[in-house]
């Protein structure tokens, strides 16, 4: 059974910093591309970030790029999301997901994880 | 990148059909078939309905359905179930390598 398991959330002050982890298991972990999307509670889906099986390639939204960064470890089959000078819009709950070719088919997703950043 | 158009809510009854649609530019869904859609339900992770346009993925029943036409795609539900009251969204692939996602749209069934 495919499972991906996010963890690392928590209240955090502004310019701060927080790393996520989502552990994933039931498949080939580097197969696979890996996403991340948040979505302020009652609010819409925002794509944040992909790497792709090997971790050798990434991508990410203009509101997050060069303040978070996006890597995996194989051996551990788990995907991280590094964020760091932390804002209060970065407010929200995130989500991974696998992608089979990168492209936006995000078949299998996290519970989530919430993020919240505030003094 | 600007989040993909999307009507804020629909709303049908049981057993009548309903589309979403779901505008971007000629540099995501006009570019390409990559279009796909999620389900959400209140404090639920997205669920994948369709992918690349107009595919099942394993397990979506087939009363869900998706085209393209231009910058603009939709997704029709037919027979209309309670069960399918959620949030719907769209999401497209992008020519900077990145994924759009629609602002969403809450389906009502009446």
């Known amino acids: 059974e495919v499972q991906l398991v996010e963890s690392g959330g928590g209240l955090v002050q502004p310019g701060g910093s927080l790393r996520l982890s989502c552990v994933a298991s039931g498949f080939t972990f580097s197969g696979f591309w890996m996403h991340w999307v948040r979505q302020v509670p009652g609010k819409g889906l925002v794509w944040v970030s992909r790497i792709n099986g090997d971790g050798s390639s990434t991508n990410y939204a203009d509101s997050v790029k060069g303040r978070f960064t996006s890597s995996r470890d194989s051996a551990k089959k788990t995907l991280y999301l590094q964020m760091n000078s932390l804002r209060a819009e970065d407010t929200a709950v995130y989500y991974c997901?696998?992608?089979?070719?990168?492209?936006?088919?995000?078949?299998?997703w996290g519970q989530g994880t919430l993020v919240t950043v505030s003094s | 990148q600007s989040a993909l158009t999307q009507p804020a809510s629909v709303s049908g009854s049981p057993g009548q059909s309903i589309t979403i649609s779901c505008t971007g530019t000629s540099s995501d869904v006009g570019s390409y078939n990559l279009v796909s859609w999620y389900q959400q339900h209140p404090g639920k992770a997205p669920k994948l309905m369709i992918y690349?346009?107009?595919k099942w993925p394993s397990g979506v029943s087939d009363r869900f359905s998706g085209f393209k036409s231009g910058n603009t795609a939709f997704l029709t539900i037919s027979g209309l179930q309670a069960e399918d009251e959620a949030d719907y969204y769209c999401c497209s692939y992008t020519s900077s390598r990145k994924l759009v996602f629609g602002g969403g749209t809450k389906l009502t069934v009446l």
């Open positions: 690349e346009v107009n």
């Open positions: 997901g696998r992608d089979r070719d990168g492209d936006g088919m995000v078949d299998y």
